[in-house]
């Protein structure tokens, strides 16, 4: 398969939008005073022959608290962590682990099969299996000219 280079018009405006939105949702939770509002998620995506592979950082995250969806080609992954009510003491002298939530969207490169997309969660670290679509030369039909 040959790898082509994203041309400027499919991928600088959508990077350049996710990169501001992440931006922007740093700064609002600085300004606010509090960390718990949202958090950063660092993605990796690799490419093998048959699938994309998305590697996400999520520690301290239950598998349920976890929701990924995939649309046309934006891949979108939600985790939100409620505190303990059984926490809510005032017997802390410090506290900083509270509810958390993170969400983060990727444009992959090309289609995928989401329906045989699977998912993996271990030590904090998701792992999401993409089978990319494939359109074989055997698949292809000739078209008449009338």
Not at 34 to 63: C, H, N, Q, T
């Amino acid at each position: 398969m040959m790898k082509r280079s994203p041309s400027f018009d499919e991928f600088a405006f959508e990077d350049l939008f996710a990169r501001m939105s992440r931006q922007l949702e740093e700064m609002s939770s600085q300004f606010d005073g509090s960390r718990s509002v949202g958090r950063e998620m660092a993605i990796d995506l690799r490419e093998e022959p048959e699938a994309f592979v998305a590697i996400v950082d999520l520690p301290g995250y239950e598998k349920d608290d976890i929701d990924i969806s995939v649309d046309d080609r934006l891949l979108t992954i939600e985790a939100a962590r409620e505190a303990d009510e059984a926490d809510e003491s005032d017997d802390y002298v410090h506290r900083e682990r509270r509810s958390q939530s993170a969400h983060r969207s990727i444009r992959l490169p090309a289609g995928v099969r989401a329906d045989d997309a699977s998912a993996t969660y271990n030590n904090g670290v998701l792992t999401v299996t993409l089978p990319k679509v494939v359109v074989d030369d055997d698949e292809s039909r000739r078209i008449d000219i009338e």
